[in-house]
T-cell receptor, first 109, second 113 residues
């Protein structure tokens, strides 16, 4: 079946540094990918998405890279801030939206 | 535009009871999906509704059921609660099923004692 996995459960970065969160997916038919941010006590919040006909998309301080050859996507956060501390999920859409297990990003002041 | 709302936010039940959770989607959104989130299993898909019809169902026992009303509001029900049903239940809405970004509500934290 479909699965989406994350390489690291916890990522600790210094404030101001760039963060990179990685995600692997298994369904080569996935055509749409989303990154969500979930803060404690809240539901996941949409950050950025990318369709399979693209390999890069930029938002405000965030960039998503998609490598369909190795079925991998990453989320890059520039100049990480304390407010970026949260759990980040990737999701891949095949027949349904399948979520990865989540990476906890901790930002050290 | 108001976001997805879920009620109640917190719920405590005992084993064997049943529970009904409610979700109101973003105005204009007709698709509602439900997820269970636990520390051990992460986000797991329960079911998806569109135009009052269940379109997809995840791998959960029949104790988990749902429905959608004509105004797109949705409810999910869990009967004969078990300790393992303790979780955060998240509702997400989108304009259309399977083709649009899903926007999540804050969730209902269910604790089964």
């Amino acid at each position: 079946g479909e699965s989406v996995g994350l390489h690291l459960p916890t990522l600790s970065v210094q404030e101001g540094d760039n963060s990179i969160i990685n995600c692997a997916y298994s369904n080569s038919a996935s055509d749409y990918f989303i990154w969500y941010k979930q803060e404690s006590g809240k539901g996941p919040q949409f950050i950025i998405d990318i369709r399979s006909n693209m390999d890069k998309r930029q938002g405000q301080r965030v960039t998503v890279l998609l490598n369909k050859t190795v079925k991998h996507l990453s989320l890059q956060i520039a100049a990480t801030q304390p407010g970026d501390s949260a759990v980040y999920f990737c999701a891949a859409r095949g027949n349904m939206l399948t979520f990865g297990g989540g990476t906890r990003l901790m930002v050290k002041p | 535009k108001a976001g997805v709302t879920q009620t109640p936010r917190y719920l405590i039940k005992t084993r064997g009871q049943q529970v009904t959770l409610s979700c109101s989607p973003i105005s204009g959104h007709r698709s509602v999906s439900w997820y269970q989130q636990t520390p051990g299993q992460g986000l797991q898909f329960l079911f998806e509704y569109f135009s009052e019809t269940q379109r997809n169902k995840g791998n959960f026992p029949g104790r988990f059921s749902g429905r959608q009303f004509s105004n797109s509001r949705s409810e999910m029900n869990v009967s004969t609660l078990e300790l393992g049903d303790s979780a955060l239940y998240l509702c997400a809405s989108s304009l259309a099923p399977s083709t649009d970004t899903q926007y999540f509500g804050p969730g209902t934290r269910l604790t089964v004692l």
